[in-house]
Each structure stands twice: as C-alpha cells, then as structure tokens.
C-alpha cells in the first residue's frame, strides 16, 4: 500500500450549545471538539486520535474580543511503542456570527468522490449550534466576539515545512476560492504519497495550482531538523545545550518552557537530531496542557514542552531539568542527581567548534590584525552543529 503523507485532516473548533456555558465575560473558557474529520471513519491502517482538542490550544479554549494572526505549530504523538505521529496545526480566529458561514460551509459540501471522503454527519449540527453559541455570546454586550478555530493535519512524517505549506494553501483557498475547498481536501487525504526511502522527491500538483516536493524519511537517516538544532543554539547557548544533551543521556526528566509554541516543537526536534544516531523512545510531548499535567508523573524520562505562562506542577519540579527558552536558562530539579561531565578534551572540542560556527569573530577578536570569517548561512550551520555531534 502507498505511504500516505495526510492520513487525517480536521477541522476543530467551538462546539459549545447550552446556555449555562455561554461564558459570563469575554477571556472565559469554553468547550471545543471536533466539528469534521476527513476521512470521517477510522480504516484497519489508520485510527483518529481522541483528545488532541486540548493540545491544539495548550492555554485552553477561550472566545476573546480581539483576534490574533494566524498561528502555526506542530506537536508529537507517541504510541504505547515508542513510535512517533505528528499534528500540525494552524490556529485562526474568525468572527463567531460569521463562524458557519465562512469556514463551515466550505467543507459541508464535501462529498463522496474518487478523491474524497463523505463528511461526517455532525457537519451541518455542529454548524447550528455555533449559530447558536455565537447568538448568545453577542447578546452579552452587543460586542464583537472572536473565537479559535485549528485547521489539524496528522501524519506520520516529520515534514514540517510540507505541514506549514499545506495548512497555509488550505486557510487561503478557504478565504478567498471556497467552492474549490473539497477537491483540495480529498487531494490532501488520497492523493499525496511519500516515497519510498532513497528515490528522488515526488513533486505533487495541487488543486489549486500550488506545487507540493514530498521526500521521504527513514528511521536510519538523520532526522529532519529543519534549522531547530540552530535555534536550540541561539535560544540556550552552548554550554547550556551540553548540559542538556548530558542530562537526556542521563535520561531524565526534561521540560522545555517558551512563550511560543513553535519553539518548543523546535527544541524538542533538535534535541533528538543531536541525540542520532541513537532513538529517543520514551514519551515525547512537544505541547503539554494544563489538562495533562498527570503525564508529568510518569516513571520513565520523557521530553515535553509547557508554554511558560501555564505555571508547572509544584509536586513534580523537583525531579525535571527546566529548560527556559525565552529567558536561556537551565535549572536542575533537587531531587536530580548531579548531571554527568563531559570529558574534558571531548568538552573543550565541542565548545571552540560550536563557537567557530556560530560566532567565528569570536575566535580572533583579542587579535590586533583581526582575520574577516564569514558567517555560513543559516542551514549551513544547522548541519555543522549537527555534524559536530555525530563525530
């Protein structure tokens, strides 16, 4: 059977109908779940996962009275063995009167075809009763009221720039060319197949005139780090990625904090590039909500990001290495053991390494004819600070 690179795309949003839960003030949270799901049904090679509601919006489901820009991120699956499934997800804020109108109907009038799957059912109710909550939420106070909406795609493959390619072509064609929407999506869930490891990109022509180049990925090539490894670079700095990488060999507990969520996926994505050739096995959250703060507990070692305003488990920081992305800090838990040292010829290598390709001036700058280096670009130096693990 072919590879497929979209083994689901969904649509998630607020689907909330009772009157008692129509939030007193704007900032409230509110209830949100799956409006569709292409395909609709689950098949013997391919089952929908429950709760990825609630990883889409790690702060909570909230309505709020200014939108914000589209977001774009990505957070990792892992199955009882070990193997990883990706979500990629673009979050937009739409006008909940405006709700069934615009994005709704687009993809209601998906139907059965060749290249397509039939809707689910619940289309057309769960576009009433949004109807329905938005009419109650106006009434508060007569003001505009925007609520989240996730357009999800789930694979497989680790193709996050394919992922941001994908979801973005999806959001305009649903703007701007909303009749064209259902062939687009039964394009996406039949018609893209990955290749077979070692042969050239497969290039697919989407409905909508866009070019999509899918290559394939195997679990004895390196992993796609797509410039994550260089940023883990310039957010922590090198000696605080050595301690880090020392405390995953020491396999603890490790928890990335930043205020974006696409840094965090980046984090955890490097940190397994550098980990290579060795596999990274255990639980692997790159968005952990508030919600699930019980997978904290857990008794193996696991990585897993926190946006940083979502304070952390007080009973549990005492065994997690806190990674703070925003501010380029590492603090140890008390009940971490002291982190393994680096041998120190092997220590001393990897720092003058890293620093002659992130910051080469650095290296002569005491020197009173200063040579010129020139800086590589940017995906050069993800794959020399990669390369320099490998060795």
């Excluded at 689901?8 to 009772?18: D, K, L, M, P, Q």
């Excluded at 839960?21 to 209830?31: I, K, N």
């Excluded at 926190?306 to 005492?318: Q, S």
Aim: charged share 15%; aromatic share 8%.
């Amino acid at each position: 059977m072919a590879d497929r690179l979209v083994e689901f795309f969904a649509v998630i949003g607020v689907n909330e109908t009772s009157a008692e839960a129509v939030p007193d003030s704007v900032e409230s949270h509110v209830s949100a779940g799956i409006l569709q799901r292409f395909p609709a049904e689950d098949s013997a090679d391919r089952s929908f996962p429950g709760g990825i509601e609630a990883l889409c919006q790690p702060r909570g489901w909230t309505v709020s009275h200014e939108p914000t820009p589209p977001v774009f991120f990505v957070f990792t699956l892992t199955d009882v063995s070990g193997n990883f499934s990706y979500c990629a997800v673009l979050r937009f804020y739409e006008l909940l009167t405006e709700a069934s109108s615009v994005s709704s109907s687009s993809f209601s009038s998906f139907s059965s075809s060749p290249a397509s799957h039939r809707v689910a059912s619940r289309t057309s109710s769960s576009s009433s009763r949004q109807r329905s909550f938005a009419e109650s939420v106006q009434a508060l106070d007569n003001v505009s009221v925007y609520a989240p909406k996730c357009l999800c795609l789930l694979s497989r493959h680790p193709l996050c720039n394919a992922f941001r390619n994908i979801l973005c072509t999806v959001y305009r064609t649903m703007i701007g060319e909303p009749a064209t929407l259902p062939k687009l999506i039964g394009q996406l869930t039949d018609g893209l197949i990955v290749p077979p490891p070692g042969q050239s990109p497969y290039t697919h022509n989407l409905t909508t005139g866009h070019q999509l180049s899918v290559l394939a990925h195997s679990e004895w090539t390196p992993p796609f780090a797509d410039g994550s490894v260089l940023l883990l670079f310039q957010l922590l700095g090198i000696r605080n990625v050595l301690q880090l990488v020392a405390a995953l060999f020491a396999e603890n507990k490790i928890v990335f904090l930043s205020s974006r969520l696409s840094h965090l996926q980046a984090a955890c994505s490097a940190l397994l590039g550098l980990l290579y050739p060795l596999k990274f096995s255990f639980p692997l959250i790159p968005v952990l909500p508030s919600t699930m703060d019980d997978f904290m507990a857990a008794p193996t070692p696991f990585i897993m990001g926190r946006v940083a305003d979502l304070a952390l488990p007080a009973a549990m920081e005492a065994e997690l290495v806190i990674a703070d992305l925003d501010r380029g800090s590492i603090s140890l838990g008390e009940s971490i053991e002291p982190l393994p040292k680096w041998d120190c010829i092997m220590e001393a290598f990897l720092l003058r390494a890293c620093t002659m390709v992130l910051h080469p001036a650095w290296l002569t700058a005491d020197n009173a004819f200063p040579s010129a280096e020139s800086v590589s670009s940017p995906a050069v130096q993800d794959c020399e600070l990669r390369a320099l693990f490998l060795n």
